[in-house]
C-alpha cells in the first residue's frame, strides 16, 4: 500500500468516527437532560469510549458542550444561496426557525443562555457565535458582488438583528414563531440595510 493510502485511510479513520459519536451523544444528552446533567462521564459511557479520550480533546464539559452545539448548528443552519440577499436572509432565518422548534433546537439554545458563566466558557461561546456569524457573513458578501449593495454594512449587526427576536420568543416569551414571524424580521433588517442603518 503506497503513502498516501495510508494517509487517507488514516484521515477518517477511528479518530473522526470516535469524535462523531462523541458528538452524537452528547446531543442526545442535552436532548434528554438539559445541559446542567450532562456529565463526561455519562457521554463516555453511552458513546463507549474512555472518558480520557474525551478530556483529551475536548478538555472540559462545556468545552464538550459547545463543540456539540457548533457541530449541530453547521448542519442544521447551512449558508443558503438563493441568488437575493432577502432570500438568503428568508432561508437562514426559516432554519433557525425550524432548528429552534425542535426540542434539540430548543434545548440547546436554553443550554447557551443558561450555562455559567467562566473564562473558558466565555470564549468557547465567543467561538460558537464568532463561527456562525462569520460563515453568515458570505451571504453579504454576495450581495455586495451581485451589486443588490453598494457597501457592506456590518455583517454581525445584521445577523444579530435577524435572530435576537427569535432568540427573544424562544426564551422569554416561549410564544411560537413562524415563517410570517421571520418574514417580518427580514422585512424590518432590509429596510434597515436599505435606510444605512447597519
Not at 6 to 20: K, N
Not at 147 to 154: K, M
Amino acid at each position: 500500500m503506497s503513502e498516501r493510502r495510508q494517509v487517507q485511510r488514516r484521515t477518517g479513520g477511528r479518530s473522526a468516527r470516535v469524535r462523531q459519536a462523541v458528538l452524537d451523544t452528547t446531543l442526545a444528552l442535552l436532548a434528554e437532560r438539559g445541559a446542567e446533567n450532562v456529565s463526561i462521564a455519562d457521554v463516555a459511557a453511552r458513546a463507549a469510549v474512555h472518558e480520557t479520550s474525551i478530556y483529551r480533546r475536548w478538555k472540559t464539559r462545556e468545552g464538550l458542550i459547545v463543540a456539540a452545539m457548533l457541530a449541530h448548528s453547521e448542519q442544521a443552519l447551512p449558508v443558503p444561496d438563493t441568488g437575493s440577499l432577502r432570500g438568503d436572509l428568508t432561508a437562514y432565518a426559516a432554519s433557525m426557525v425550524e432548528m429552534v422548534n425542535s426540542p434539540l433546537g430548543a434545548r440547546l439554545i436554553r443550554a447557551m443562555a443558561a450555562t455559567d458563566d467562566s473564562p473558558e466558557l466565555a470564549r468557547l461561546r465567543d467561538e460558537f457565535w464568532n463561527t456562525r456569524l462569520d460563515s453568515a457573513g458570505i451571504m453579504i458578501d454576495r450581495a455586495v458582488t451581485r451589486g443588490e449593495l453598494a457597501t457592506a454594512p456590518d455583517a454581525r449587526l445584521v445577523f444579530e438583528v435577524l435572530l435576537a427576536p427569535v432568540h427573544f420568543q424562544v426564551l422569554l416569551t416561549r410564544r411560537p414563531v413562524d415563517d410570517r414571524y421571520t418574514e417580518r424580521i427580514v422585512d424590518l433588517v432590509m429596510n434597515g440595510i436599505a435606510t444605512g442603518g447597519t
